[in-house]
């Protein structure tokens, strides 16, 4: 895991590393998750959106 890539590579690292890897693993796996749901919901949106447009078209 790369700390460097923080504003504060020391505080992350410290703050880290009392999460075991599984724990570690399964905070990733929730975040994706749930950027997973809001991407599929605002293309939900889109989708909902176009069809709407396409249905009103004269």
Do not use: E, Q
């Not at 890539?5 to 990733?28: G, I, K, Q, R, W």
């Amino acid at each position: 895991m790369s700390y460097n890539n923080t504003l504060y590579p020391d505080v992350c690292y410290t703050f880290l590393s009392h999460y075991t890897n599984a724990m570690l693993a399964h905070m990733v796996i929730i975040v994706n998750l749930a950027k997973v749901h809001r991407v599929t919901s605002n293309f939900s949106n889109l989708t909902h959106d176009a069809n709407y447009a396409i249905t009103k078209c004269p």
